[in-house]
């Protein structure tokens, strides 16, 4: 049986050497003739892994040596109180850029602990575009800038770290280990794994020493960056087949060439889409071209009928996951880093056969 | 090869039949040509596979319908920041009983959020021992009763539900589905699953709707009982492929027949253990009899010395994970769910061997 392509915004589709490696080791892992999820976290070879795991992300990353590395619980929304909870103190502030469902969802969620700021807003006049930086109002007290440097639901992407004199902090949940972002700019990164890292249930968090501060009385302790720090993500019991199946993400990024393969990749399916898009006016895309996402390409067709008949057609050709967020409709093709070129190509061919059944 | 027999106290061994369909349907679940993990937590498949693991828990404890289920993540010590936050109002009131070192930690963790007492404490005269209902402090004002029925690093555990005028609160994430506990007597259930409930990163939360109020104001989205209840667990993505290895470990629990069967035979390899460790000066459990756990038996060897010989022995004879926590020492055998009989018989075949020989 071939397998269907899932072109879903997340849990996404994970390359078949992942599945297979699991699969294989699911009785017998690493010779303990347990499967990993039935050994300890504090073993000796959960250790190992949780280790190896961090040091391949580093790699992949260059994620210099005063960063911390955490394996943490609760998905990207998690952080989207825990940043604030640690970063923020009585009566400060933070500036937020909104590009997005996700980066208004962490604005709204922070404004209980702070006095936040919009900096700027994504704008929808012809096609949905970010001001450009000079227009932002940054303020230099801000304790740091938040925004997400990949918005998910139309495809918004900001290909350029922005420079900022204060940290910043970036959910990269939809486009970590798909471009080279340097690090170094960064005061906070975080992702939850179910996209470029694996399966949903474990989020990577990216920490600069110097951010680590006595949190905000109330906060949990699980949500304290220092506790996480000081027990190298064990606190508590970790999701360790999560962090399993994050391990075989990061090996398999490796031998495909790391970032700079996985970069190349997702401009090639990208640009392979976008053209094919902008070649028909039968398919329309509404994101500025220097804004458009490379993770995930949004567009719409000339009814909201013909979006649903092509969603249903698609999922007959095995092209799954086509449907966009439901808060905005479309259709929507997520292109990760384990979405192959052949797979892109399959969808221009099934768009194309639709444009000629249907214009 | 031979499965090692696995007595760690979690990540906990998991049924063989478990790990068998979940490596059959690692590549393709349900006829979707995909991974469980690949697959949107919002898709038709997987909120089917969410409501059945719902209905699985609640046939086999008998929830009742004036209950919510929830599936979270963060583990058990989430659960410990969680309950208050949700629970308590501006200094409010809420009683705890300390057995150990997880209930110690869950009041902890609660002193910040309200007025908290201790109600009574686990007494280590002669033997660990719990005192007796008629003695402990209870404060008629408490919002709630906090206990943790099992305590793991000991094995102190209590068979009976105390009674109690205000809401129980209780951690289970040891004995869940161990015995039939009374669910109707219970304001809150929570048990994270890496022991009988399947593999580390979801937690199971039972909270009767109503106790479900506003929280405080700084509590994180995540954390905040009736946005996840009105969500279905749902709020973000959830940790998809632990609760579809807790959906398989349910219904193996249902097939075995259930809790009375899973009662059964816990009592019955707890009391061959229990037994011939009784029978031996050589060996020694230092917990009353009527607080003994069915689901941990700690115990000690004459020497310190003894103990590591004997852990070290017993791992080349495949009885692995039986060294104490780190904070205790000793030996502790932990029986859960999945644990089978001759498993329990194989170790005490070993005890008596290794008496012999070092007695």
Redesign the interface.
Known sequence: ????I?F???????PESV??I??AE???WQN????V?????RSKQFMQLRDETEELIRQLMQIPSDYHVLFL??????Q???VP?NLLAQNSHADYLITGAWSQSAYD?AT??GKLSVVARVTAEKLLSVPDQAQWQLNPKARYFYYTPNETLLGVELANTPKIAVPIVADMTSCILSRDYDVKKFGVIFA?A?KNL?????TVVIVHKDLLSEP???T????DYRIQVKNQSL????????IY?MNLMLKWTQQQGGVPSMMENNAQKAHLLYNYIDTHHFYNNAVAPEYRSQMNVSFNLPTRELEAEFVVAAAQA?L??LKGHSSVGGIRASLYNAMTLAGVEALVRFMEQFRKQHA
């Not at 303990?32 to 499967?35: I, K, N, Q």
């Not at 999820?37 to 976290?41: A, D, F, I, L, P």
């Not at 606190?235 to 999560?242: F, H, L, Q, R």
Request: proline share 6%.
């Open positions: 049986m071939s397998r269907p899932n879903g915004a997340g849990p996404a589709m994970l599945l297979s699991a699969q699911l009785f017998n303990t003739g347990m499967s999820m039935e050994v300890s976290h619980a609760g998905g990207a929304r998690t989207f109180a825990m909870m969620e209980r602990y939850s179910q694996g399966q949903a249930g474990v905000f009385s109330y949990p302790s699980m949500f606190y508590n019991t970790s999701p360790t087949y999560a199946i095995d799954l996951g």
